[in-house]
């Protein structure tokens, strides 16, 4: 056996820089959260040539003394936690004491600082983690950090980087989590000399969105917050017309971090659940806040990943938050963004975070200078404006308890106690939501009707209904909102379904394979209201069907009904019985393309104004309105 040496310290700093210093959006992350820590108002970044020339931090937290700046770049030297106990309840973003030293092991920094309160600031040059000068400085109060030649004594990882574009648009996005994360504080972003959004720091989400992802992005949020058990959650979701084609723009925030949680992610999607198509994603910004003893942070090298001590109680947390911002949805809201936003706001460059548009909102976006870091001070008012007219709001109806089906098969024991992120993900917790209180009955007066403040039109295409209400052309799509309707009440019914009983047996040449399917799943489809048979030779006899279901092609449903309990491999009931209730709907549907009794388009007309209708199952809208504005413009009118 070979010889067992120690590692010299340098060595082990190198190997050891690896595990946190990645990227140069590593070096901003981690710098920007000691930036935090120290209590900062407002935070400066600006890099050249995608952070790997240089990299410059200036905010305006506590500094560092002078007798403890070259403590700071040990490893393991830390402020923020003193004794073990410290790690149950870690309040800090930063705690290992590895960054300062990691990032100085492979660039060279120089460190600008004055302690609050002292009459002198210091410098201090470092060269791969080696001192080369301390000296005394006159300095404002703050703290900047530059990174200069990121890796220059590290070849083997230098040219794993990539590009100066894509590292730019890394740091970016890092950036941009900041700025989220933290809307209290001012984040200036500035990459090779052009300032690339600057956020107000007043504390509103929206406005930190607004600045960093776009305008477009932050006008269609839906509000969403929820607190129970000691774990808040507030934020912003899309409504599902805005889903996109990824998670990139789903954000996840805990106690002011930004975290990755795959628990959290499905807390959300299944808030959307019958909302969304197939590979569409939601989009979302969610603070979560609950006690830092809560949860463990210290698990993962860069913090990113995190465990709940009650994975359950976070997932109830965030699933009833979205569900209630859905359920209360109505039309995108007036974007009410201060002037003093707009003259500090930017945008993140294309390809920033996947699938971003460049966003460039008029006024002064700050002073830019080429070849240099730029300067100057944002400026500031207090007028609002207004860019999107807000339509009338409804009240809807309290989100409905989940109900669980019965089990295909039973699953696996666990012991006692124990909760796994498969149970988590299920069904939310019921107990853990309360119930309004039912108000009292009061005797209703007998009210003449109302006349509408809608008028029918016509029906384009034998699929669209025309309607006009106020200064709007308001287009309805037939099917996909009598499909949601009946999609509704087939799932309200939960295990309630009434079966129509056919009077002669309907035999449907189905196929060997999706016969044995469907007569596999007989009970489960027992529960929905259909009664089959195997009457052989690949054929299902059908003697019972749900009462809305269109028997005009029964072989047809039965044959996709078979086809989707076979896709997807093993799911939950809930999920299985979705997919069967969404083609039984579909199938009995007015179909577009017919002609439809105007008697029933107005039926669909009421439900879909009332807001009781918005998507059909699949996620698609189901009325695109057209104002007056919008066709004078067409004409040339305006």
């Known amino acids: 056996m070979p010889k067992i040496y120690e590692m010299s310290p340098h060595l082990a700093d190198l190997i050891a820089a690896g595990e946190v210093v990645e990227r140069p959006a590593s070096v901003v992350k981690e710098l920007t959260e000691n930036s935090v820590d120290a209590g900062a108002g407002s935070i400066t970044v600006e890099i050249k040539s995608g952070g790997m020339a240089e990299i410059r931090i200036t905010d305006d937290g506590c500094g560092i003394a002078a007798e403890d700046v070259e403590t700071a770049f040990l490893r393991h030297a830390t402020s923020k936690l003193r004794t073990e106990r410290d790690l149950e309840a870690i309040g800090t973003l930063g705690f290992r004491g590895e960054a300062l030293a990691a990032i100085a092991s492979v660039s060279r920094v120089e460190l600008l600082t004055r302690e609050r309160g002292a009459a002198e600031g210091t410098r201090l040059l470092l060269d791969a983690g080696v001192k080369r000068d301390k000296s005394p400085r006159g300095l404002p109060e703050g703290t900047t950090v530059y990174v200069r030649d990121l890796f220059f004594n590290t070849p083997a990882r230098q040219k794993f980087m990539k590009n100066d574009r894509a590292e730019g648009s890394a740091v970016t996005t890092a950036v941009a989590r900041l700025a989220l994360s933290h809307p209290e504080i001012s984040v200036r972003y500035i990459k090779d000399g052009k300032e690339e959004f600057h956020t107000p720091g007043d504390g509103n989400l929206q406005s930190a969105a607004y600045c960093t992802l776009g305008r477009e992005f932050a006008k269609g949020l839906l509000t969403a917050e929820n607190k129970v058990d000691g774990i808040t959650v507030t934020g912003f979701v899309s409504t599902p017309a805005a889903a996109r084609g990824n998670r990139a723009w789903q954000f996840f925030f805990l106690n002011g971090r930004f975290i990755k949680s795959k628990l959290l992610q499905a807390a959300v999607e299944q808030a959307y ?177 109302q006349t509408p403040d809608w008028r029918y039109v016509g029906e384009a295409l034998d699929t669209y209904i025309i309607v006009e209400r106020g200064d709007s052309l308001l287009l309805i799509d037939k099917h996909a909102a009598h499909e949601r309707i009946l999609f509704d009440k087939l799932k309200s019914q939960k295990a309630e379904h009434t079966p129509q009983l056919l009077l002669t047996p309907q035999v449907c040449k189905v196929g060997e394979e999706a016969a044995g399917t469907l007569m596999e799943h007989e009970a489960f489809l027992e529960e929905l209201g259909f009664e089959l048979s195997d009457f052989g030779g690949g054929s299902i006899a059908l003697r019972a069907a749900p009462l809305d279901m269109d028997l005009s092609d029964p072989a047809g449903i039965l044959e996709e009904i078979a086809d989707k309990l076979t896709s997807g491999g093993r799911r939950d009931v809930e999920a299985m019985r979705d997919d069967v209730l969404h083609t039984v709907a579909c199938k009995a549907a007015i179909k577009a393309g017919k002609r439809t009794d105007p008697r029933e388009l107005t039926d669909l007309i009421e439900k879909v104004l009332s807001g009781a209708v918005r998507y059909c199952p699949h996620g698609r809208p189901v009325m695109v309105e057209l104002t007056k504005s919008m066709l004078d413009r067409s004409f040339k009118r305006a």
């Open 273 to 449: 659940k019958n909302s969304l198509f197939t590979g569409r994603f939601p989009v979302c910004l969610l603070n979560v806040t609950m006690s830092p003893a809560a949860v463990d942070v210290n698990v993962h090298p860069t913090k990113l990943e995190v465990r709940f001590a009650d994975e359950r109680g976070a997932f109830d947390a965030v699933y009833w938050a979205v569900r209630g911002a859905l359920e209360r949805e109505e039309a995108p809201k007036e974007l009410t963004i201060s002037r003093s936003t707009l003259n500090v706001t930017g945008k993140l460059s294309a390809g920033a975070i996947p699938g971003s548009k460049v966003f460039a909102p008029g006024g002064n976006t700050g002073s830019r200078s080429g070849g240099g870091f730029a300067s100057g001070k944002a400026a500031s008012g207090g007028e609002f404006f207004k860019t999107v007219r807000t339509p009338e709001h409804r009240e809807t109806p309290p989100v409905p308890t989940p109900k669980s089906g019965p089990a295909l098969r039973p699953n696996a024991v666990s012991r006692p106690g124990t909760v796994t992120l498969r149970d988590a993900v299920s069904t939310p917790d019921q107990a853990r939501i309360p119930l309004p209180e039912k108000p009292a009955a009061v005797p209703q007066k007998e009210e003449t009707p």
